[in-house]
Nanobody
Framework: AQLVESGGGSVQAGESLRLSCVRQ????????MGWWREAEGKEREGVAA???????VYADSVKDRFTISKDNSKSTLYLQMNSLKFEDTAMYYC????????????????WGQGTPVTVSS
């Protein structure tokens, strides 16, 4: 599966960014799609996921600040990130899984190359 992320960048704390991910091989409607991130020196963290039915799940660290959505007609996944914090600084990866239990646990078996997000305090 080819997943191509975009939208990362450098912002100040409190600002917003929207990440996008285009799925080039098969439609987003067939899989659970999500995002995970990896910050330098920290463990990989699942951020958000949206299943085939549009149900969403978020990590506690981003709940009420991030919103995941998808446009199946465009095979595109989004992550709207508001009220960004310094600790949100990480490489963000678009990801997918066909296993429902993995989806609810914010675990994935395929991902893209990542897009960097830097938040200055």
């Amino acid at each position: 599966a080819q997943l191509v992320e975009s939208g990362g960048g450098s912002v100040q704390a409190g600002e917003s960014l929207r990440l996008s991910c285009v799925r080039q091989v098969f439609p987003t409607s067939d899989y659970c799609m999500g995002w995970w991130r990896e910050a330098e020196g920290k463990e990989r963290e699942g951020v958000a996921a949206i299943d085939r039915n549009g149900n969403t799940v978020y990590a506690d660290s981003v709940k009420d600040r991030f919103t995941i959505s998808k446009d199946n007609s465009k095979s595109t996944l989004y992550l709207q990130m508001n009220s960004l914090k310094f600790e949100d600084t990480a490489m963000y990866y678009c990801a997918a899984t066909s296993v429902d239990s993995w989806c609810s646990a914010l675990q994935f078996h395929a991902w893209g190359q990542g897009t960097p997000v830097t938040v200055s305090s």
